[in-house]
């Protein structure tokens, strides 16, 4: 017999091995998808690794991993003042800012694959498959049915901040995957696999710390619950009593903290860090503390100037400032770089003098970019997610009925929340791809918000479910980068 939480949660409409079917399908269109034209673009002739364009920030960060495998970073056809490490020590991180942890995975595709954009970006195509899978996990061990599972996953896969950034050298795809299935982990109760991969995550770009945030609000909201439950036939897990949430807390933070520790030692014997910028070029002392206070204070100084087009943390709940990372159409002779853009757009048609854009293949646009549908059902979905939290309990309600709604607002406010803060207190930069790592909070209450009126007896909310389904969709194939071509 279904239960009460899988039918409304989990959307049934099929059962047996049909979800994980779906998930299997919606992955591999997805791997394929962002697998696509990895290489691209490329000046013709395309014969040579520097003949490929990085795109933006991957010139720090292909760059950086390209010094750490012996390779002196070649000049490339890109605009803007993107440094390209070319005075680092060799074998040294010269992208020092940020742990090492990702920019390795890519030097070691270097040294095994070769240099060239396959190498670059395929850990990002990996990664970006494992952050999907792990939305389906996430669901599930917050209580979700298989069928809101496989609906978060499936969103995740067709958002166009998502196809891009699992395609290109960033590393955020990098900190995405592991701090999603080390928060899946904690909510299975393992605390201890879940504080390991949540160190990974860490490894890989320091914002993945945020993960704690969200396990402490998550339980903050479960012990909430708990002391609220009076009805001793009804009584909520034991688990979710202050005692054994605080402990669990405890385990997972120190575990992640002492191996985050130990894991930028072992990276900086592989790979000592190393200040790049110019003008202040040497190497970071002080072991893995000393890196982390390098990282932080780098963090402090960069800082949002007035009147910046780069928008306000805020703002990205409306998709304001949006830039294209990328554009390539040669039917433009003119690409806007804004002033404000520290390290510069890949603007490709103005960067090749002597050259026309006919050039570079093929027509492209790379859109930093959240997909409207989603984010048009943003703000409502965790609206209804804090009501549900907040309301008592029907006896009829297992707790699981509350468990998604909790995931979800404890995983966008606990990611959000920071670079709010930070951009409140000393004016950090808020970049839009920063929402990467808050989106799975949204994926999860949208979905489960569709599920909620997929339920309801009206055909009309059914009927504009399916129709908001398809402009998802419809979303994800406009804004594909091969069939995007306008820019901002």
């Known amino acids: 017999m279904t239960s009460l939480a899988e039918s409304r949660r989990g959307c049934i409409w099929l059962s047996g091995r049909a979800p994980l079917i779906v998930l299997a399908l919606v992955s591999a269109l997805s791997l394929g998808a962002r697998a696509y034209r990895l290489d691209a673009p490329c000046v013709s002739p395309c014969r ?42 060799l074998g040294t991180d010269p992208n020092g800012e940020h742990p090492q942890g990702a920019k390795l995975v890519i030097a070691g595709a270097i040294e095994l694959l070769g ?12 990664f970006g498959s494992l952050a999907i899978l792990g939305m389906h996990a996430l669901v599930r061990a917050a209580g979700g049915g298989q069928w809101l599972a496989v609906g978060a996953a499936t969103l995740m896969a067709a958002d166009n901040l998502m196809i891009i950034w699992g395609r290109i050298a960033f590393l ?17 109760g393992r605390v201890g696999r879940a504080a390991a991969l949540l160190a990974v995550a860490d490894c890989m770009k320091e914002v993945s ?8 609000l998550v339980e903050l909201f479960r012990m909430l619950l708990h002391a609220r439950a009076t009805d001793p036939a009804d009584p909520l897990p034991a688990e979710w009593a202050w005692r054994p949430a605080l402990a669990r807390l405890a385990i997972a933070t120190v575990g992640s903290a002492a191996l985050l520790i130990v894991g930028l030692w072992v990276m900086g014997l592989i790979a000592p860090p190393f200040s790049g910028d110019s003008g ?20 402090k100084g960069f800082r949002n100037a007035a009147g910046s087009q780069l928008g306000f943390p805020w703002q990205w709940w409306y998709d304001h400032g949006w830039q294209t990372l990328l554009r390539v159409n040669p039917s433009a002779r003119a690409c806007h770089v804004p002033p404000d853009y520290p390290s510069g757009v890949t603007c490709l048609p103005d960067s090749l003098p002597g050259r026309g854009p006919q050039a570079v293949r093929p027509v492209s646009a790379l859109l930093m970019m959240i997909s409207p549908p989603i984010l048009a059902l943003a703000t409502p979905a965790l609206v209804v997610c804090a009501v549900r939290a907040a309301r008592r309990r029907l006896v009829s309600q297992s707790p699981r009925d509350v468990g998604v709604a909790v995931l979800a607002l404890a995983w966008t406010i606990g990611t959000w929340l920071p670079f709010e803060l930070q951009n409140l207190v000393y004016h950090r930069i808020s970049w839009l791809y920063y929402m990467v790592i808050v989106m799975p ?9 569709a599920c909620l009126l997929c339920h309801r007896r009206s055909a009309w909310l059914r009927g504009a479910v399916a129709v908001w389904g398809l402009t998802v969709l419809a979303a994800a194939v406009v804004m594909f980068p091969f069939v995007a071509t306008f820019s901002r």
């Open 209 to 216: 710390i945020y993960a704690l945030l969200v396990l402490g």
């Open 441 to 449: 909070g949204v994926y999860v209450a949208v979905t489960d918000l």
């Open 115 to 126: 240099d060239g954009p396959f190498a670059w970006r395929i850990g990002s195509v990996l």
């Open 280 to 299: 202040r070029q040497h190497l970071i002392t002080g072991g893995p503390l000393g890196h982390l206070a390098y990282i932080i204070n780098f963090a």
């Open 172 to 188: 955020d795809i990098y900190a995405l995957a592991p701090m999603i299935w080390g928060v899946a982990l904690y909510l299975r």
């Open 48 to 89: 040579t690794a520097s003949a490929h364009a990085l795109i933006s920030d991957e010139s720090f960060y292909v760059s950086a991993a390209q010094v750490i495998a012996g390779i002196r970073p070649p000049r490339r056809p890109t605009a803007g003042q993107v440094p390209t490490y070319q005075n680092a020590p």
